[in-house]
């Protein structure tokens, strides 16, 4: 195959971003008809791509910053997901999104979002990397902003959160760049000693705030709010995710050489246990669907980076697979909340339920990618959380711990959501119906790969995971049942107790949405809950209060400032003004006087230089 | 050939009241005759090089029995003489509508201009203080000549003063040929080198030096020039503003600071003091005023200030820099002032506080007006920020920090004013009873526009002209 098969993974939705764009407005179907042809060329073109190894690479801007892309079989592996996902939530779109003013703008986002994710999926220089990265940043602001009219105050957030991370990111690549003392990815190890360490930190700091983890998250719950709705399915659930954890794995894995017992390790694992834990219990009392699902997709990042963090074998595998789990089963949870608020009008549960009856194939599909999420077997969630499990606990209890309590947290907040929205008597409108076909079949085909990927997961296993990881696995094989029936046993009897805890709930508040209330208005969290749904804990809020404060006190000196020169000066000015003024009296006695005194005074002086 | 330069001025006078004065068609073709003569006057200026031009024309020479001497410097003093006499000429035009008026006006503006020609190509001192005598009497009656009671009293106090002047001077030069037998400036200079340390010639110096700041008009010697130049019609505050008071005061201090007298550290230490004094008074001053015309005439003040502060560096570049300001400062005041003239005219009053808004009338006279004094604050890239900057550098050079901060710091008290004048006047709602203004007639215009397009064109294009024009004229330090 010809090296430059490679650019058409970024050419090919460029090139249908452009052509949407120039569609005219009174073409009715044509621009979906041009986005989905677009996304299903670049899928085939992933499916071609697939397995074969190409390295292309021409000059760009001198100081070795060169165009190179390399697709081997971990960019492919994500190029291919990232195509089917396209494919799939275009189609989805083209349904949900026809009647809104700002589709055409959605479709040229999200196209274009999918040449940048490519770009720097495939690209094998840091700079090079950094452009295609920036570029999902600016289509970000643009898609979340398109939404409705907090959407652009949230878009802001974002721009910023990401922003910033990006920044810090940069700022990592120059330093790995100088110690590595090349720009291409593919050469570059070092280790994370020194200034290595914090090129480290920098480097994963961007990674993990495209993925979502805390405390880089704030704006997701926002978006998921404000932004539209494909927008959730395809970014924060899917791509983003893709994009951030593969990076992640690179720095992990390729870039810097880390010991197993490295404090790198133990610092990756340990902000993926607090973001299991600290995303999933705000998830567990959110009373809205997509917020509700927000929450999980930042918790359910925590799990990869967690996984990938031990750095042993059976814990990057179970991290690996967990983000392609992860990208399914939250896709299509999204597109259920999707189908929900256009057939039923809302995503708030309190007003949602019975829905079971009136849409019973986008309630099965929630009941697959729900039971995924939550880890139950045999679908794909499990035997990745069940790879994860046994990696954590290889390097420490605790982290085991924090993983099956997101686990224990995350059924029962599925529970709750199931419960509230499809079961129980219908709250909502009678007239509701079973979503349009073109919605119906990105959520069942994306149900069935979840089935597909559990029961026979030797094929995500030994056909894309594995390979990436190559020599590192000695020989292992994570195929097939777990090897720890003791792992196992503990996971379905947490299960069992998620459910028991969801019956205790809804017996104790009523109603199915108060299921979480005796957590919520538990003793201590109560207090803790309340602080946070006042956002308290947003680091975003924080900022902002510190420029705040800072703004405040720039003012006041701004202020003091202002008034030296605004009153004191130009009273003094006036002052002096005044006084020599008044020495202009238009009388030319004294004008001579003065005339003679100078000179006086001038004569003396030079005679007395002398 | 440098008596051309006089001979043209004299016998166009005569030509003009025998061939010109017969009637009033005539006399109104006058102004075309001026403007020949005075482009005319530049062109013998421009085509001439100042390598070439001291080959005298001995028959016409010894006519006069004063030896004509040109170099750089006059040469960039020739050409303000030639620039501000048109712009003079046309505001003249524009505000004089009376027919004999402005013959005489005509008349006495070839006379001024003969007389600048003098001062600035003399070698000989008695010379160059008839020269500034037939300047000042013209100057007199330019001011006094719409016979009004403001512009008597501003003439008589411009008469007054440089009558002191003269005294100072007459005296100075007694002493001075008393001391060294003879009145060419070789002679003197020989003299006063010989006899360095002489008290009495040290007097001489210190009243010839303070004659010349009557005539500049530098603080605290400055009091008939707000009055003068307010009292004057507008045409006449163009020429006195532009290059009078520079030819007189300025560049005749730059000649004899150079070429006289011993160019010593306590003739520069007075120089600069009276310099940063004059920036300083001048611009503070000129924040108080109510008068838009008075206003301009403290701004004068403040920016010779500049120029005698450039000269008391005693450096070529110091110098170089100063003549600089001075040709900048000639474009840039005399657009003020003919933009003034346009309103003055346009609104029949100079009062900034019953102005307003009038940019949205007089759109050109606005602009021009903007570029202008963006100019005298020294904004880059126009041309006032080079020859301002360039003044800074020689004080910084000669390790004079203080006066190069303060001369700095002026800058921005004069966009203090420059900026109030312009919000006062031209920006802001058009005042009520100003409706039907009208923009000034296009010969003033286009004079406005050709002064801010050598303003911007002179900044821009500053390396071209500092190198071929100005920085030749620090050759003066060495003879």
Redesign the interface.
Known sequence: MPGHAILFPIIIPLITALAVLFVPKRAGWAKEIVSVAGTALNFFAAIILFRSNLNFSIPWSGFGIDLSLRLYQFSAFIILAVAGFAFLVTLYSTASLHAKNYAKQFYVYLLLTFCMVNGAVLSDNLIVMLFFWEGTLLTLFGMIAIGNKNAFKTATKAFIIVGVCDLCMMTGMAITAHLAGTLTISQIAITTGGLGGLAFILLVIGAISKAGSMPFHSWIPDAAIDAPLPFMAILPAALEKLLGIYFLTRISLDMFKLDVHSWASTTLMTIGAITIVLAVMMALVQKDYKRLLSYHAISQVGYMILGIGTLVPVGIVGGLFHMINNALYKSCLFLTGGSVEKQAGTTDLAKLGGLRRKMPITFTCFLIAAASISGVPPFNGFFSKELIYDGALERGLIFYIAAIAGSFLTAASFLKLGHAAYLGKGQSKTDVKEAPVRMLIPMIVIALTCVLFGLWNALPLKGLIQPVLGERLEGHNFAGLPSNALLVIITVVVLALALLNHIYGVRKSGKAIGASDHIRHAPVLDSIYDRAEKRFFDPYNIGLHIVNLFSRIASWLDKAIDWVYNVMVVRT??A???A??KL?T?N?S???L??????VL??I???R?? | MPSLMILIPLFGVIILNLVFASNDKMKRAAFWFALALFISQIAVAIFHHPIFWNNSLKPLDSFFKVSFFVDHLSFIMFICIGMVSIASLFVAKYTITEEGGRFKFINLLILASLGMSGIIMVKDIFSLYVFMEITAVSSFLLIAYPKSLESLEGA??YL??SA?ATV?MLSAIGILLLASGGTSFFAIASGIAEAR?S?LI??A???F??GL??KGGLV??H??L??AYTAAPASVSVLLAGVVTKAAGIYTMIRIVTSLFPYN???N??LML?GTISIF?GA??A??QDNFKRMLAYSSISQMGYIILGLGTGTGLGIAGAVFHLFNHSVFKSLLFVNSAAVEKETGTCDMNKLGGISQKMPVTGATSVIAFLSTCGIPPLSGFWSKIIIVIALWQTSHYAYACLAVLASI?TL?YFLSMQRRVFFGKLRSGLEGLKEADRGVLAVSIILAAITIGVGVFFPFFFNIFILPVKEILVR
């Open positions: 000015m006036y002096i003004t005044g020599i003024r202009h238009g030319y004294s004008y001579i003065w005339s003679i005194g100078a000179m001038i004569v002086f030079l005679i230089s002398i | 008589f106090k007054i003063l002191v100072l340390n008290s040290v007097f110096i210190g009243l030096i303070c700041f009557i605290p010697f009091g008939w707000p009055d550290q306590p003739v230490n007075v009276v008074v503070i001053v924040i108080g008290i203090a």
